[in-house]
Structures are given as structure tokens and as C-alpha cells.
């Protein structure tokens, strides 16, 4: 073995030239010939100073050791290499091709797909008419002052319009309100909570005995006679505490429309219901109704035990039945699908005109993961049937009506449920 070579100042006469350092030396002869990768400095030559040794650390009439896309254009070779471009090499020019398709390819599918969905938002969110001036007038300091982070309120108004010409949707032939021409038949609160893993239901009966801005005392209904949407989102607004978000009107032939869209409803009478007067009688049992049979189901409440509040009951049990029909179809979380029912909704169904397009889309979307299970309905807390200014009339009973509002305002409504349980809940028998 040759002893080690003894350190000199001077490099060795076959390294790559560095800055700073000199060639020309005599080779050793225990020195193996081989190239060393250049480093920061290194021009690529050989060591003998005519610039044509080996470049980009390859050995001597080897390929280049990888492929860059940002190696210099054209194939232009770093400074000292040898002249000459050099066409880059069938793989390097392949990947390049497969790449740019690739990118290509995902762009289009992005922006298709963005796309599309945009396009359905806006244009079945657009078949949905809106209602201008839905809200109170009043000053925010007059009005109960909104809790973020609290979930969503809606004020659900049906109209019991006793026509065959709808007052509401896109078929509506006239206004949704005209002063003094229609009092609503149906007043709920539909409180979502924040992360829409609950929803809760809550109905006011139409004669509950109240106070109507501007009127005095009147029953609930007779807001929406006088001022339309936004008397009686004020009236609900100023009875309850909370601040309502956002408003949605049908009349009851937009129920019945609804109903023959979604292809009809299975609704169970658990005890058989003689005719009384004009109303129908229902055999015990469970009954696909299309619009036309929902319909009589809901308005009627001559017959039944509880009368008025019974009727909400069945309105309720409805509004359930209907619900689940649109669930189990998997509707709300098919992106076509739920375009397809905004449209539908947009036939008989009018929201307030704070509800954009985008808005309206994602509202729906977003229940996408919401269960029958996870949906509670009630009557608001019932203090008995009175006579006021010679009108029959239904009061609250005010404690555990505030308490009840106290929990829809801060978005806790499942704990209120856990804690009265004997509340006027929906249960699955219903007259």
C-alpha cells in the first residue's frame, strides 16, 4: 500500500480547477483518475485548462444524471461547457407533455365543477321569489338584539288563503299580502342550531292572545292581516325575545303542491275519526295522502279533542312526514337532487329578500347531515282557552314559555328538552 501523501499547500494536479487554486502540476500517479461533481466556482473543466472535461457531474460520455423542468432553455449548458446546444432527450420532452396535460385536465375539472355549482345555486335559488320589506321598521335598539354563534331562527308563515289561486311561489298570481284580505293560519318558529345537528319546531296557535304593535291587544293572526310579514315578524319578535333571521310564506296550496312534488306523504291516524259537520272522516291507520288529502288533513279541527291545538299537531306531524320523504330520498345531500327540490320550493314557497341565492343554497345544503331524530317539534307552553273582547282565545303560560324562549335564543334547545320532558312535544300519535 502507498504511504499516505503528505499534506501539501498546492491541490492536487487532477482535481477540477476551484478558484483561488492552480493546475498545471504533474499528475500523481496514486491518485485514481476520476471526476468529482463541481461545486460553487467550478467552471467544469478537467483539470488541464482547456475547458473540455466532463459537466454536470456525468461521467465522460454518460447521460445527464436527472431531469429538471427549469433546467436551462433549449438545453444551454453552463458557462465553460463545451459549444454547442444539445436537444433535450425524449423522456425529458414525455414528462414534460404528461405533465402539462395533467395540470391541464385538473384545471378544467376544478373550475367545471365550481362552476356547475354555481350555476345551480343561482339558478335554482333564483326560482325562490323574495319578499321586499319583510322585517320591522323599527330601530335596532327596539328590536331583541341578536346572540352570535346562536343557531338560526326562521318564522314559518302559512296562509290560509281558501283559494285555488296561489298567493305565494312563482305561480302567485297576486300579492303576498294584501291590508285586511287574509289573516295566516300558521305561525312557527324553526330554531337551527348553530353546527345543524338539531332543529327544533316550535308552533304558535293562530288565536293566541297577544300584543300587535300599533293595535293593541289581538289574537297572533290578525298581525299578518294588518301589516303583512313585517308586522307580524315584529309582533313575534316583541312576544318571544328572539331575533328572527329569516322569514318563509306559503299558502296551503303550496302545501298541496309540494306534497304531489315530492310524490306524497305517509301519514298515520291512530284511531278512526267520525265525520263531524263538513270534516272527513279517517279510518284508523296509515295513509299515503297526496296534496289534495294532505291538505284536508291539516286544516281541519272540527273533531278533535284539543281543537285549534290538535290542528297544529297535525300540521306538525305534516311538516314530519314531509320531511322524512325528502331524507330518505337522500336529497339533501345529492348537489342535483337538491337543486331540483329548491325548485319545486320555489313554486309555492316566498323568503324574504335578505336570503340571497348562495345564501339559500348552503341553508339547505348545510342540513345535509340532519336525521328525523334530530328534529323536535312542539306546541309553545299552553295556559288555556280564554274569552277576550268576546273572542275565544288561547294564552300562554308565560314561565315556561320564557323559559322556552330563553333556550332557542342561546342555541340551547336539547337541553331544554332534556329538562322538560313533559313539554308539549310531538309524539307519534297523533288524531
Do not use: C
Not at 111 to 135: K, M, N, Q
Not at 322 to 338: K, Q, V, Y
Request: proline share 8%; hydrophobic share 35%.
Amino acid at each position: 500500500m502507498d504511504p499516505k501523501p503528505e499534506s501539501t499547500d498546492e491541490p492536487p494536479a487532477d482535481a477540477p480547477h476551484r478558484a483561488g487554486g492552480r493546475s498545471g502540476e504533474p499528475r500523481r500517479a496514486d491518485v485514481p483518475d476520476r471526476a468529482e461533481p463541481p461545486r460553487d466556482g467550478d467552471d467544469g473543466d478537467d483539470g488541464d485548462g482547456d475547458g473540455d472535461g466532463p459537466h454536470d457531474g456525468a461521467r465522460p460520455g454518460g447521460p445527464p444524471t436527472g431531469l429538471s423542468l427549469f433546467e436551462p432553455r433549449g438545453g444551454e449548458e453552463p458557462a465553460g461547457a463545451a459549444a454547442g446546444p444539445e436537444e433535450p432527450p425524449a423522456r425529458r420532452r414525455r414528462t414534460r407533455r404528461v405533465l402539462l396535460w395533467t395540470l391541464s385536465v385538473l384545471l378544467v375539472l376544478v373550475l367545471g365543477t365550481g362552476g356547475a355549482l354555481f350555476w345551480a345555486a343561482e339558478h335554482y335559488a333564483s326560482s325562490v321569489p323574495r319578499i321586499p320589506d319583510a322585517f320591522p321598521t323599527a330601530p335596532e335598539s327596539a328590536q331583541p338584539e341578536p346572540v352570535p354563534a346562536s343557531g338560526l331562527n326562521l318564522l314559518l308563515v302559512g296562509l290560509d288563503a281558501r283559494s285555488d289561486v296561489p298567493t305565494t311561489g312563482s305561480r302567485a298570481t297576486g300579492p303576498v299580502w294584501q291590508q285586511g284580505a287574509a289573516r295566516s293560519d300558521t305561525m312557527m318558529l324553526l330554531h337551527l342550531s348553530d353546527d345543524r345537528r338539531s332543529a327544533s319546531l316550535v308552533s304558535l296557535a293562530r288565536d293566541t292572545w297577544v300584543d300587535v304593535p300599533g293595535h293593541g291587544r289581538a289574537k297572533l293572526n290578525a298581525a299578518y292581516s294588518w301589516g303583512g310579514p313585517a308586522l307580524m315578524t315584529e309582533t313575534v319578535q316583541n312576544l318571544t325575545g328572539i331575533r328572527i333571521d329569516h322569514l318563509a310564506v306559503v299558502d296551503w296550496n303550496g302545501f298541496r303542491a309540494l306534497t304531489d312534488a315530492v310524490g306524497g306523504v305517509d301519514i298515520t291516524v291512530p284511531r278512526t275519526i267520525e265525520a263531524v259537520g263538513g270534516a272527513r272522516a279517517w279510518e284508523a291507520g296509515t295513509h299515503h295522502m297526496d296534496g289534495a288529502q294532505a291538505l284536508l288533513y291539516v286544516r281541519e279541527r272540527y273533531g278533535l279533542p284539543g281543537g285549534d291545538l290538535d290542528r297544529t299537531k297535525r300540521q306538525q306531524n305534516f311538516l314530519r312526514a314531509l320531511m322524512l320523504r325528502i331524507m330518505d330520498s337522500g336529497t339533501l345531500a345529492n348537489p342535483s337532487r337538491l337543486g331540483g327540490l329548491l325548485q319545486s320550493v320555489g313554486e309555492v314557497v316566498s323568503v324574504d329578500d335578505r336570503l340571497s341565492n348562495a345564501d339559500l343554497f348552503q341553508l339547505a345544503w348545510s342540513l345535509r347531515s340532519l336525521r328525523a331524530d334530530d328534529v323536535r317539534f312542539m306546541n309553545a307552553p299552553f295556559g288555556g282557552f280564554d274569552t277576550r273582547d268576546g273572542q275565544a282565545v288561547v294564552l300562554l303560560d308565560e314561565r315556561p314559555a320564557a323559559q322556552l324562549w330563553e333556550a332557542m335564543r342561546n342555541d340551547r334547545m336539547p337541553q331544554y328538552f332534556q329538562e322538560h320532558r313533559a313539554g308539549d312535544t310531538l309524539g307519534t300519535d297523533v288524531d
